[in-house]
Every structure is written in C-alpha cells, then in structure tokens.
Nanobody, 121 residues
Framework: QVQLVESGGGLVQPGGSLSLSCVAS????????MGWYRQAPGNQRELVAR???????NYAESVKGRFTISRDNAKNTVYLQMNSLKPEDTAVYSC???????????????WGQGTQVTVSS
C-alpha cells in the first residue's frame, strides 16, 4: 500500500507564512510527479503547484510569486512554502503523487488526507 501524510497546516494571519510537507511511504517503484491541491468550502478542488521528478514546476496563477514547491526525491517528500498568505488561500490542502508500482501497469494517483490552512486575523 501507499500512504501520503501531510503536515504543517494551521492558522496564520494575513501576510504570514506556512510550510507544508508530505511524505510518501509504502511499496512503489518511483514517484513521477507530486503536487499540492486545495479545496475551499463551496469550491472545486484546484491545483496549487506541481513538481516532476526532474524538478519541473507549475503553479496556479493565484499563487505565483508567493508559493514555492520543492521535493526531496531521496526522502519521497514534497514541500510547499507559502508566503504572503491571503484570506482567500484558506482551504484544505491535499498532497497528490503520481507513481508506479511493481506489477501494476501505468501510473497511479494517490492522495493524502489533507491539512487545513486558515488565513485570518
């Protein structure tokens, strides 16, 4: 089985910073891409940032210049550094990994349980 465990959410004032991390564990061959998604109440889940195994990144327009995604391939961990946070960044942030497993054809997608980020004064 594969597990993704996020940490680092919480309450922060507008303009503040938070750092999220997500560790993948279990039986898999390699992780192709890892990403962070978020879902606010009443909204659809949206991509925040994504990073490939080679380090290629892409971001939602709303977070460009404020958020930075990075990963440590040796630790199967992806990070999201969030700066200059705004109230509209409030959401449940979930980690996603696209990976391959022994005996399974193709790429599979796994999700973490999510962590709440609240930006409020």
């Amino acid at each position: 089985q594969v597990q993704l465990v996020e940490s680092g959410g919480g309450l922060v004032q507008p303009g503040g910073s938070l750092s999220l991390s997500c560790v993948a564990s279990g039986n898999f061959l390699n992780i192709n891409a890892m990403g962070w998604y978020r879902q606010a109440p009443g909204n659809q889940r949206e991509l925040v940032a994504r990073i490939t195994s080679g380090g290629y990144t892409n971001y939602a327009e709303s977070v460009k210049g404020r958020f930075t995604i990075s990963r440590d391939n040796a630790k199967n961990t992806v990070y999201l550094q969030m700066n200059s946070l705004k109230p509209e960044d409030t959401a449940v942030y979930s980690c996603n990994a696209a990976l391959s497993r022994t005996g399974v054809v193709g790429i599979e997608f796994y999700w973490g349980q999510g962590t709440q980020v609240t930006v409020s004064s």
